[in-house]
């Protein structure tokens, strides 16, 4: 009983072995040429080189696909490089007053500042830049041409923007008389005159331009040395030293400024009235 159970088991099990044979055998050239391709394809796949190089006209072969030595390179390149370099950007002058701009404007405007002639057409090629940094390094250039020296920056960087194009642009005449205004200022000034060629009350010559040049020297010995030798020239003498020192100190620039043509009125009118600090010689 039990060599026949063992003879219909194994009957069974080479039945199914032959329909599994034969199952195969019907499978289609087709799939089975089908499967092999994609093998081969994965394969390739794995082991080719990175296939999606550039194609002449400088895009991919196939769109929206990116090789691997593309990705590499733009995983090497610095965040903020690419953050800064979006060409949209600079449409429309955005980022005008910061280094960034500096991309926009190109090397040829790097450094423009520290070269540009300091004439109308040098401070105009400057202006054009939009560029503060270069603005400041043109203007520093102005104010050592005219023998002066910043004393505070930020006093500068003041006055910066409205000529640097990212607020305004103007004339070089117009920074000059800035600059003028800005020293001959009463209390705390960001800028002050050198005084590097000496420059006394002694020496300067008795006019406007003398008178202004021993001013920003914010001394009352050198203002009254330049006045003496002004009240001398119009005939006038001092009577009252304490009268006379009393108006200095309203044209020295140690309290004020006033003018080269007030000086001379005041000395006028000191010499006309009676009991004054000054009469004219011929009384």
């Known amino acids: 009983m039990i060599a026949r159970s063992l003879t219909m088991a194994c009957c069974i099990v080479a039945s199914l072995f032959l329909v599994l044979v034969a199952a195969q055998d019907t499978l289609s050239p087709a799939c089975t040429q089908s499967g092999h391709s994609l093998m081969q394809t994965k394969r390739s796949m794995v082991s080719a080189e990175p296939a999606a190089s550039l194609s002449i006209n400088g895009t991919l072969p196939f769109p929206g696909l990116e090789s691997a030595s593309v990705l590499v390179r733009k995983a090497n390149r610095s965040a903020f490089s ?33 070269t540009a002639a300091t004439d109308e057409a040098g401070y105009q090629a400057v202006a054009k830049l939009k560029d503060d940094e270069e603005m400041k390094t043109f203007i520093l250039r102005v104010i050592e041409d005219y023998d002066c020296h910043v004393k505070d920056e930020g006093g500068l960087m003041g006055i910066v923007p409205w000529f640097s194009g990212t607020a305004a642009v103007q004339s070089l005449d ?76 309203y044209h020295s620039g140690a309290a004020a400024f006033q003018s080269f043509d007030k000086l001379q009125s005041e000395i006028q009118s000191a010499a006309a009235l009676p009991h004054s600090w000054a009469k004219a010689k011929s009384m």
């Open 82 to 114: 690419r953050l800064v370099s979006r060409s949209h950007l600079f449409k429309g002058g955005f980022c005008r007053s910061h280094p960034c701009s500096m991309l926009a404007a190109g090397d040829k405007g790097r450094g423009l500042g520290a």
């Open 174 to 249: 117009k920074l000059e008389n800035s600059l003028l205004f800005a020293i001959l200022a009463n209390g705390k000034r960001w800028i002050s005159y050198k005084n590097t060629a000496g420059t006394t009350g002694a020496d300067t010559p008795l006019d406007l331009q003398g008178y202004m040049e021993v001013a920003i020297l914010r001394k009352d010995i050198e203002m009254e040395t330049f006045a003496r030798r002004l009240v001398e020239q119009m005939g006038v003498k001092v009577t009252d030293e304490g009268g006379f020192a009393g108006m200095i100190k």
